[in-house]
């Protein structure tokens, strides 16, 4: 029996784990859950899995008298301070942004195991992150799926360097859109992805495919792989989670249902595979195409690759910017096109400093926000 903190409970993520708890009471507790605001489905949350601590960041206005049985703490580090209280087995970060990059810090310390779904905690301090958890000794097991397929297919190769990493890419809902078509795309166009479902935040990604330039940064970080050699390939089935070249040009493929609970259950019971009633693959019906990313109508990953080459606070620009302008988007109050020039504009005009804490980080961040915001005024 495992203890599991589920930071980011209510989320797509989130909910998912708890599925997985669900279905294996023998092998997960759910520990500590926590969420930003939305305090109703938290506390229904609570009452179903009955942790030993909850959290979140906004207090609500009352405390329902049946879910107070469990420790709770409100306010930015709600999640942080309920992991250094219980000290939770695992940790599972789901929280969506850089807001969830304290609470991964913290669940270096507190946790044995990061399960590591915010992604934006290694674009943002992808170098202070990995020097902590090998400081501390820690692993940082991928939810991500792609790059869970890579590190289950690196599992395979023994002590054999992986040469090339291919990350596969749905496309997104404009993948086969015009360029004008994509500048004017509305927020529900952008919502409806092909194959995922997710959160807004990383479905509004999928469609700029600012989410595969992210993962690019997340790989780099995770398995230390230059840009150069981690290439992103568009195959829009979504069966083909990702894969690995070797020297002899051996590629390695993970496969299975587009299903999140695939990865999430590999990072909870890693060793050990954990069932969820995954649809199985009928191969004789399956067609499996590929085709390459076209960086025109998608400039976003293009971007990604420069932050990442730039290095510094770069990846943290381009990351505060995307958070910025992709809230603004939602918001309705720039077209889906501005999303990369808002991202372009704040890696043209933010200084790129030299990345060594946590607050030089967050002030990367603060940055390019205020660029962002700024430039949205003066639309
Ligand atoms: P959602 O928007 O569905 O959920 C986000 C969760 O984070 C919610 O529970 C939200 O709470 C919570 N949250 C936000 N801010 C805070 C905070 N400061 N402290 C605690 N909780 C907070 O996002 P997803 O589940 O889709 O994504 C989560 C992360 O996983 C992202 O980084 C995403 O890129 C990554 N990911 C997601 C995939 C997916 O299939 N969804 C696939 C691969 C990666 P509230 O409900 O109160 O707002
Ligand atoms: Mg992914």
Redesign the pocket.
């Known amino acids: 029996m495992r203890t599991l903190a589920v930071?980011?409970?209510?989320?797509?993520?989130?909910r998912q784990a708890l599925d997985l708890i669900s279905r294996h009471p023998d092998s997960f507790k759910a520990a500590v859950l926590?969420?930003?605001?939305?305090h109703e489905?938290?506390f229904d949350l609570v009452r179903a899995f009955r942790p030993a601590a909850a959290?979140?960041?906004a207090e609500p206005k009352v405390l329902p008298e049946d879910v107070r049985f469990c420790d709770w703490y409100f306010g930015?580090d709600?999640?942080e301070r309920a992991l250094r209280a219980h000290r939770p087995d695992d940790c599972l970060a789901?929280?969506?942004?850089i807001?969830?990059l304290g609470?991964v810090m913290a669940a270096l310390e507190t946790s044995q195991r990061v399960l590591l779904?915010?992604?934006?905690a290694l674009v943002t301090a992808g170098d202070l992150v990995m020097a902590r958890a090998r400081a501390l000794n820690k692993p940082i097991l991928p939810?991500?799926?792609e790059h869970s397929a890579i590190f289950q297919c690196l599992e395979g190769a023994g002590d054999n360097a992986p040469k090339r990493l291919i990350l596969t890419a749905s496309g997104g809902p404009f993948r086969t859109w015009s360029a004008e078509a994509i500048e004017r795309a509305t927020v529900a166009d952008a919502l409806g992805h092909p194959t995922?479902r997710?959160?807004?935040?990383?479905t509004v990604?999928c469609a700029t495919m600012m989410?595969k330039g992210l993962e690019v940064i997340e790989a780099h970080h995770l398995f230390g792989m230059p840009s150069e050699a981690i290439d992103v390939v568009v195959h829009p089935q979504s069966v083909i989670h990702s894969m690995v070249e070797f020297s002899d040009g051996a590629v390695l493929a993970q496969m299975g249902a587009p299903d999140?609970r695939g990865p999430i259950g590999y990072a909870m019971g890693y060793p050990e595979r954990v069932p969820y009633g995954a649809e199985p693959l009928n191969f004789a019906k399956l067609t499996i195409t590929f085709e390459a990313p076209d960086e025109a109508r998608f400039p976003c990953l293009r971007l990604a690759r420069e932050a990442l080459a730039s290095g510094g606070g770069a990846p943290a620009i381009l990351n505060g910017a995307n958070e910025a302008a992709v809230a603004a988007f939602l918001e309705g109050r720039i077209p889906f096109g501005g999303i990369p020039r808002l991202v372009g504009t704040a890696l043209d005009r933010v200084p790129k400093r030299v990345i060594d804490t946590m607050e030089d980080v967050a002030e990367a961040d603060r940055l390019a926000r205020e660029c962002v915001n700024q430039a949205i005024r003066a639309l």
């Open positions: 930071l980011g409970a209510t989320g797509s993520i989130g926590t969420a930003n605001q939305n489905a938290l959290g979140l960041v930015e709600a999640s789901a929280v969506v942004g807001a969830g609470a779904a915010n992604k934006e939810v991500d799926s995922w997710m959160g807004k935040k990383i990604d989410n999140m």
